[in-house]
Structures are given as C-alpha cells and as structure tokens.
C-alpha cells in the first residue's frame, strides 16, 4: 500500500512495484511512464520537502480523458490511439507544479460514457469497477497510487470510489479548471479526485482550485467563506429519502445506519423531501447530456462513426434527435432543481444519500447507474463517496455526503469526522484489495 | 417638451397635454392612467425634492411588455387583452421608489418581435418608429415623457432610438433585473432605457441596477470599478469596420463623420476589424432566439396559434425545427463572439458603429433590421445610441457607443461628451418633432 512518506523516490518505487504486481489483473492502466516518473521524483525529492510543493510524496494516476505532454491520450477511444498532446491540462499543470507525480494514466470508459472498459474491481475481478473514472478508482482502491484525478459528468467520480471502496471528491463547478479535458457535457462536466482518505484530498484541493484562463466557468474565485468547525453535535444533517426509495436494500440499511451512528454522535439527522421538481430533475439531465454530447461529437461522429462504442453511439444518435426548445426546457428544469436543492440547506448542513444504487455489479456488460449522483451534479453542489460497509458478498457500499455550493472545506470538515466514525480501513476483509 | 422641472405635479400636467396634442397621431400610448399619475405626483411632490427621490420630477412610459400592477399589461398580443398583473415588475418598482411618476404603458411590437404596431413615427407619420420597444421612443421623441422603459434581445432599444431620435441604452447584462417582464430570448433580453439626454440616464441606471432576487442573472452586484473620467485627447475610439460595409451610405457617412470630429478634438479613432467569428455571431444570435423564444411559446403557441401575428409565428415554428445541437454549437460561437469582443478593448476604450442600417424605413410593414445592435446583444456589452445627424429627408440618424462589459458608467461619461460633440438638439429641423 502506497503511504504517506516523505520520499517521492520511495513513493514512485512502491506505486511501480504495486503496478506490476496487480495490474496485469486490474488493468487500471492504460500507459505507466516509469523512466518520467522516476526522473520527475528525484527532481522534487532534491529540492526536498520544505520546497517540493503541498502534494510532496504524492503518487497520481490520471484519468486518459485528461490531456498530458509526456504521455499518450486517447479519451478511451480507437480514434485516438497514439494521440500526443502539446501539452498538460491545466489540472495536471497545477499538481505538478504542487510537487505530484503522475506516474501514468488510467483507463476511462470512451470518451466518458458507458461502454465498459478492461479494468477489473480490486475487491473482486468479476465485478465492474464503476465508470467512467474506472482505472483511477480502481488505481487507489488496489494500491497503486495515492491519488487519482477522474471527472464526472452524471455519476463517474462519486460511483466507481463507492464501488471500489475508495474516497471520491466532486467541487463545486468552477473550482477546478477544464481546459485540457476532453469535453463529455460541458455544462455538467467537473474534474474530482479519488484517494484512500479525507485526509489526502485536501491538498490537492488547495492545489488545484483557481483560474484557468482557458475555462470561462473557472473564472470566479472560488469563494473563501470561511466558517467556524462545527462541533459534531451542532451538525444537521438530511438523509435525502427519495433516493433511499432507488437503492438496494443493503444500500439503503448503509446510509440508514451511517445516519444512526452519526445521530448517536449528536448531529441532528432527519429525512429530507424535495417536492415534484426533483424528479423531473433526472429527465432533465439526460437531455442536457444527451444534447451537449451529440453536439461536441457532431464532426467526429460523422467521420468516425465505425469508429464508436454500442453504448455511446445510442446516446449521440438520441442527442441528434432532441430539439432545442426541449433542451431549453431542460435548462429550466436544472435552473428550478438547483433553486430546490439550494433551500434544503436552509434547514441542514450536509445532505447524506447512497454514493450507489448498491455495490458493484457482479457484470462487465455494464458500469453500472449514476443515478444516486445526478442530484449533486445537476445542482451544481460538491460531493464526496466515502466507503462505509461490506456488503455480505464482501464488496464495498459508499455514502454520499452533498454540500452547499462552495461551501467545499465544511463538507470535508464533515466528511473527516464521518470517516472516523464509520472506520472503515479498520474493517477485517479489507486487507484483500488494499 | 417635457423639462427638468422640480415640480411633478407640474411634469405630469405637462406629459398629459402632451400625449392629448400628440399621441391620437402618433399612437405610443396603449394605456394612460391620468388619475393615477396625478395622484402619485401629488404624493411625491409633497415629500418634497429632498425626500422624493432621485427620479424626483421623472415622467415615465413603461413598455407594454413591462408589468405594471395598477395598470393593464398585454404584451402587445390580443392574447392577452385586459390582463391585469398582480404587482408591478422588478424595474418599475425601483423606479417608483426613486420617485418617477409612471404616466402610462407604451406599445410594444408583439411579444417584442417584428409585426408592426400602430405606432407612428413623431418625425414623420408615414416612417416606422422601429420596435420592439416602438411607443417608448416615439413618446420620449415627442416629448410625451421625460424617460421610457424598453427591453431588448437584438435590437429593440436602440434601433428605434435611431429612428426617433432619442437616446436609447442598454446597460450590461444582470444591472438591471427582469422580474416581471414577459421573457423574449432569456439569455439575450435585457432592461434598456429612452431618454433625449444622456444626462437623463444617469440617476435611472443608479435606481434600477442591483439585485433582484426573482431573476438569476442578477444575482451579481454589479462591479463598481470607479476609473477616473478619460479626457477627450486619452480616449481610444474603434470604429466597427464590418457594420459600415452593411449600413447605408447616408449612415456610413454619419459614423465617418462622428469619428472625424471626435479625433478632431483629440481623440484617438481607428478602424477596427475584428475576424471571422465576427461573421457567425449574426447567424448564432438568430439561432439562440429562435430557439428560446420557441421553448417559451411552447404552450401559449399551442393553445393560441391563430392569435400569433405571421411574423412571430413564423420565429416560433423556425425555431421549433432548431436542433438542440445547433443550438449548442451557436452558444459556442456566442463564446468566441464574446472573447473576439472583449479583446477589442485591449486597444481601445469605447466601439464607434451605427446605430441601425440607416433612417427609419417609410413603411408601416416593417419595423427594421436589428443588424447593427447584434454585436453588443450578443457579447452581453453595454451600448447606447445617440442621435447624430439628420438625413437629407430631415429623419435623424443614430451612432451607436459600445463600452466594455461593466463598464458602464465610463460608456455614459463617453456619451456625454459625444453629445456635446454632436450638439443634435441645435440642429434648425428638430422643433418639428420635439
């Protein structure tokens, strides 16, 4: 297991000698650039600690989606293989300047979507690890590096960290820029983080957010509110029900029981019941994906078509189909979704809600259904997975902490002491992936 | 004329010997609530000049697509004849709070599109007034209110302030809150003013701009970014090379001629020529109304279609047919269009172009071509339109001021001196319509 040290030489060393040893089974990877990330660790171990940058020690694996210099990109797809971008995304840009090293890139599902990948889930190789950040999930989960970076258009970051038992990181839009990713759905995509604890997302957090010139949403500041820690027995919290109604019983006794524990801790915990615009909610964000897909592929696609996927292909050729006035619509629907969800936080502090319909599906037929994870994306709210139980096949249930829009630092804040509580890495079978 | 004058019981008498010496001609009015204008204006003026307000003495037409409680508003659609809205929109309680007298509600082209209204030009009764916000200049032009509320989504302010020779200005995007006005294409519309000096401006923009809770887009305060006023001889002028080669040759020669005397008193004026995204943002603005105007229609076109007149009917069903991809791809182009704008004022501080394609068209079948008042819609930048010249047909023609996003009250300083520059109320025809 990668851990926290002070020698990126060291880390490097044990995030290749892991790679080796669990990848030809995982297959998390896409491309491992061992010679880069050896040189590129000797350089920031000898400027040493004091001036090697917050993520000093820090192994990444980065999603393929996401554009590197020194590396081959292909977003998942055979139209790209090969593919050599000038240069890094801003993302990769800022880690690396905050001392990271990348130390290859990891498998997403073409150009984001669901078409399965090769990657196995570390807990059992006959279950899928989730999409489409599937390698960088799988990637932290198995060991291999501290840290990932994945992106999330509906459910991509937040779902494969719960199917693999790892942490997953949405922020608030705007906070991270994109200029550099392959664009899924602009108005939806996020970059997020995966990583083994609360603890590790914070600095890349702090390394990450500000202005990316090339990405108009990133311009704003993200806002500095700081707010006093909340004591746990000051904390409110809302367990979103109507997605409770979606998840499978074992999901559904999870975020139950998390509530319970969390409750007898002394935060206030009461069910939480959107009105009609909620649902109309989840429509609304397959129109919007549908649409802004069919029209980021629109040369592409023409050009390409044999080129594409069974399942990515069906979602271009209904997002041709749809009009404008319907997708306008749809923008509404968001407009009066993200007015909803902004007035529960009148009432409470942190939504809590499955990461997951349920565990990971014993299939490599399917990536599974983000639809624990539309709410947060569609409101434009930051998110976070945290592992929280075993189910009875021993695979791993997430919960889903959702936070007022930029208020980021608190949901960490949240989700820190919600990981002492629920202690997950102290579970016996955890040892097998890990 | 109605004039500064402290008294409004005094601006009131006179707006209303106005409207009933002009307006049977001219038709601006649909509405005139000569009680309640009187006894507002007895109410302010007996808080007195200090206590009054800021639009203290301010008679106001409000376009007919603008809510007003107290009086009927349609839209300008037979759909919607007699309709009486609960409460006054956003913009014209502001304006009430400052202390304006709202005299009556002005005639709006339908649903703020393209069928010609009854109103008549003051400078002459056989050439259009423009539209949509068609009675708000014709009444301020002749002299029927000291100010007018229009709105615009390509050209609707500022093209028939060309026409009529007012002033007409549209501050940027989210100043001023929509609430209560009938939307036309929302990511396009804006709150505008008519006004004859630019000095009549200032105190409406600072009691209208600010947030309005019921509107989105106003969230934002707008920036205070205090500059210290530019002198004639620093100010940079760019003259919009592309909209000369689309105005007449009478226009052209105006623009030109603008441009001479501003460097004739020292300023820096140059040609600008922007690329060729230039070119696409004409087609995209077309796109993104017709698609939002379709989405907004959707129900009411549904039920009523044989109430829609033929010209919006035929926007509505265009944009019915656009693809939510077409439209997508032409927010990207609004993108680009943006940026390319936003980079002109690197080099310069204030944009030179006509105000509309020429003189006001002598037809009633027509309300003109919002061509010139494309570009500023679009890149979400202020713009005003002062009267400049008048024709060899004695018909006045505007030149068109574009500042940059937010900084509007640089744009208005620059506007007052172009006025002075200018001198278009000393020209000999002008009493005929004032």
Chains 1, 2 share one sequence.
Not at 66 to 77: A, K, L, R, V
Not at 291 to 301: Q, S
């Amino acid at each position: 297991m990668t851990t926290v040290t002070a020698s990126p030489v060291a880390a490097v060393e044990e995030a290749l000698e892991r790679i080796d040893a669990r990848d030809p089974e995982i297959r998390a990877f896409v491309h491992v650039d061992a010679a880069g990330a050896r040189r590129h660790a000797a350089a920031i171990e000898r400027r040493g600690r004091e001036r090697g940058g917050p993520l000093f020690g820090y192994t990444i694996g980065v999603k393929d989606l996401i554009d590197t210099g020194d590396m081959p990109t292909s977003y998942g797809s055979p139209i790209f293989a090969g593919h050599r971008p000038d240069r890094d995304a801003h993302v990769v840009r800022r880690i690396r300047q905050a001392g990271a090293v990348v130390v290859g890139k990891t498998v997403t599902t073409e150009f984001a979507t669901f078409d399965p990948p090769p990657t196995r889930n570390p807990w059992d190789p006959a279950c899928t690890p989730g999409g489409s950040s599937s390698g960088s999930a799988a990637a932290v989960a198995a060991g291999m590096v501290r840290a990932a970076l994945g992106t999330q258009t509906a459910g991509s970051v937040l779902r494969p960290a719960s199917y693999c038992g790892a942490v997953g990181f949405m922020p608030s839009p705007g906070w991270i820029g994109r200029t550099g990713i392959f664009e899924c759905a602009r108005s939806l995509d996020r970059v997020g983080f995966l990583a083994r604890t609360v603890d590790d997302l914070v600095p890349l957090l702090a390394a990450t957010a500000g202005v990316d010139p090339g990405d108009p949403a990133s311009i704003r500041r993200p806002r500095a509110r700081p707010r006093p820690a909340l004591a746990p027995d000051r904390l409110r919290v809302g367990v979103l029900a109507p997605l409770l109604d979606r998840a499978t019983p074992a999901m559904a006794a999870t975020v139950r029981g998390t509530g319970e524990r969390l409750a007898a801790h002394g935060a206030d915990v009461r069910s939480t019941q959107p009105s009609e615009t909620f649902e109309a909610g989840f429509a609304a964000l397959h129109t919007l994906m549908r649409a802004e897909m069919a029209a980021v592929h629109e040369v592409l696609y023409r050009n390409h078509r044999g080129s594409y996927g069974p399942r990515i292909a069906s979602i271009i050729d209904a997002g041709r189909r749809i009009r404008a006035s319907e997708y306008i619509s749809a923008q509404e629907t968001r407009r009066r979704f993200r007015a909803e969800l902004d007035g529960l936080f009148d009432d409470v502090d942190v939504l809590l809600a499955p990461a997951a319909v349920g565990a990971a599906e014993r299939s490599h037929e399917t990536v599974g259904d983000p639809v624990m994870n539309i709410p947060a994306t569609l409101a434009g709210l930051p998110a976070l997975a945290l592992p929280a139980e075993l189910s009875d096949d021993g695979l791993p249930l997430g919960v889903q902490l959702i936070g007022r829009r930029d208020d980021d630092h608190r949901l960490l804040d949240v989700a820190r002491w919600l990981e002492d509580v629920v202690d997950f890495r102290s579970m016996p079978p955890l040892a097998r992936a890990g």
